[in-house]
């Protein structure tokens, strides 16, 4: 089983701008997972979540409503757990067995629509809308086409320069074959990503950016053999480190192909 709060977390801690960057991309993740494993032998998948959400531009004016009085064993944005004394303007109470809650609270108190019962970002759940409480299930069975045995491609990744000054790094991304085959070499998907430095540990700070070459859902790039392509990485606006290295890895191994070191030489 492969878990990951990083959604809740990144929408919850980060801000909206992240938020909306991150969970626009996590499709491409995603798929990296599935295809890992594959990999590892599994020929059935499930992907699932535990719960919806609602990301509003912001919390409007008038929609943050007082919670009732009661005892409440747990209070959230969305609802309140345990048991009302009255009721209030803008919320809704209900038996939390009739909504399929089960444990040793009685009731359950909800803003009615989009309402919050505390300010904040426009990220949210835990209500009964049905963008956060229908939940998506996938599932398939892998397929186990052949694939034909190949060793590690010969890649070289360009860059005018041992220093980057912006943000947007142009790549020149060249996918070198030897023998090409009789009936042609198809192109080959890579990730490319920069990290702040050269460990293990070291964390991701850009990727490659919208592109011809790139597809906006798994943030794949194509390559075609012996020719070389265009590819911008985008720097995270926070990084102020001393140098980046740049990787181009396997989407479905992970395993890194090439790699580029890149002193930074942006103005403070």
Same mark, same amino acid.
């Given at each position: 089983?492969?878990?990951?709060?990083?959604? *809740?977390?990144?929408?919850? $801690? &980060?801000?909206?701008?992240?938020?909306?960057?991150?969970?626009?991309?996590?499709?491409?993740?995603?798929?990296?997972? @599935?295809?890992?494993?594959?990999?590892?032998?599994?020929?059935?998948? &499930?992907?699932?979540?535990?719960?919806?959400?609602?990301? +509003?531009?912001?919390?409007?004016?008038? *929609?943050?409503?007082?919670?009732?009085?009661?005892?409440?064993?747990? $209070?959230?944005? !969305?609802?309140?757990?345990?048991?009302?004394?009255?009721?209030?303007?803008?919320?809704?109470?209900?038996?939390?067995?009739?909504?399929?809650?089960?444990?040793?609270?009685?009731?359950?108190?909800?803003?009615?629509?989009? !309402?919050? /019962?505390?300010?904040?970002?426009?990220?949210?759940?835990?209500?009964?809308?049905?963008?956060?409480?229908?939940?998506?299930?996938?599932?398939?069975?892998?397929?186990?086409?052949?694939?034909?045995?190949?060793? #590690?491609?010969?890649?070289?990744?360009?860059?005018?320069?041992?220093? /980057?000054?912006?943000?947007?790094?142009? &790549? $020149?991304?060249?996918?070198?074959?030897?023998?090409?085959?009789?009936?042609?070499?198809?192109?080959?998907? @890579?990730?490319?990503?920069?990290?702040?430095?050269?460990?293990? %540990?070291? #964390?991701?700070?850009? =990727?490659?950016? *919208?592109? =011809?070459?790139?597809?906006? %859902?798994?943030?794949?790039?194509?390559?075609?053999?012996? #020719?070389?392509?265009?590819?911008?990485?985008?720097?995270?606006?926070? /990084?102020?480190?001393?140098?980046? =290295?740049?990787? +181009?890895?396997?989407?479905?191994?992970? &395993?890194?192909?090439? #790699?580029?070191?890149? %002193? $930074?030489?942006?103005?403070?």
């Amino acid at each position: 089983m492969v878990r990951t709060q990083d959604p *809740d977390a990144v929408a919850e $801690n &980060l801000g909206a701008w992240r938020a909306r960057r991150y969970l626009s991309d996590v499709i491409g993740d995603i798929a990296t997972a @599935v295809r890992w494993v594959v990999s590892q032998g599994y020929d059935q998948v &499930l992907i699932s979540a535990d719960h919806g959400h609602m990301m +509003l531009p912001e919390i409007p004016p008038g *929609d943050v409503v007082q919670a009732p009085p009661g005892d409440w064993l747990e $209070n959230k944005r !969305r609802c309140r757990l345990g048991a009302g004394l009255s009721g209030a303007a803008g919320t809704v109470t209900l038996k939390a067995g009739h909504v399929g809650i089960q444990g040793d609270v009685g009731e359950i108190c909800l803003p009615i629509g989009f !309402r919050v /019962f505390s300010d904040g970002e426009g990220y949210f759940h835990g209500g009964l809308s049905l963008q956060e409480a229908v939940v998506p299930v996938v599932l398939f069975r892998a397929g186990r086409g052949k694939r034909d045995p190949v060793g #590690k491609p010969e890649i070289d990744i360009r860059y005018r320069s041992e220093k /980057f000054t912006s943000r947007v790094i142009g &790549l $020149n991304i060249l996918y070198a074959v030897k023998q090409i085959r009789t009936s042609g070499d198809p192109p080959i998907s @890579v990730r490319i990503e920069a990290y702040d430095g050269t460990g293990v %540990k070291a #964390k991701i700070v850009g =990727e490659a950016a *919208d592109c =011809e070459a790139r597809d906006e %859902k798994t943030r794949e790039v194509s390559l075609h053999a012996n #020719k070389e392509t265009p590819v911008p990485v985008l720097i995270d606006p926070d /990084f102020d480190g001393a140098e980046i =290295e740049i990787r +181009l890895s396997d989407p479905r191994t992970r &395993l890194v192909w090439a #790699k580029r070191k890149l %002193k $930074n030489a942006m103005i403070a």
